[in-house]
Nanobody, 121 residues
Framework: QVQLVQSGGGDVQPGGHLTLTCASS????????VGWFRQAPGKEREGVSC????????VYAHSVKGRFTISRLDAKNLVYLQMNNLKPEDAAMYYC??????????????WGQGTQVTVSS
């Protein structure tokens, strides 16, 4: 089955760090742009970070620049979001996604199941 499976997340104190992982199942990630979104209670889903399929372009939301790092390990079909110096406003449900035009298929746009990040003292 073609899907994204997330792991990680948890409860950390302000200033702490956490790494989220997203793994593709049923397809290879090397042709996909990847990224992370998050949604806090009462807010719309917002983009956190995106990384191009060839690893040459990275975008971060202003609120996380300098604190979060997106990376990919295509050989293992993995995407990471390393989060440092976490703030209470970072608390949200985080979602991984992958997007590509697949030859012989068309556009494939996949989302992970979400993982909760809580930041509290």
């Amino acid at each position: 089955q073609v899907q994204l499976v997330q792991s990680g997340g948890g409860d950390v104190q302000p200033g702490g760090h956490l790494t989220l992982t997203c793994a593709s199942s049923g397809f290879a990630l090397d042709d996909y742009a990847v990224g992370w979104f998050r949604q806090a209670p009462g807010k719309e889903r917002e983009g956190v970070s995106c990384l191009s399929e060839n690893n040459d372009n990275t975008v971060y939301a202003h609120s996380v620049k300098g604190r979060f790092t997106i990376s990919r390990l295509d050989a293992k079909n993995l995407v990471y979001l390393q989060m440092n110096n976490l703030k209470p406003e970072d608390a949200a449900m985080y979602y991984c996604y992958a997007d590509a035009i697949v030859p012989g298929y068309g556009r494939r746009d996949l989302w992970g199941q979400g993982t909760q990040v809580t930041v509290s003292s």
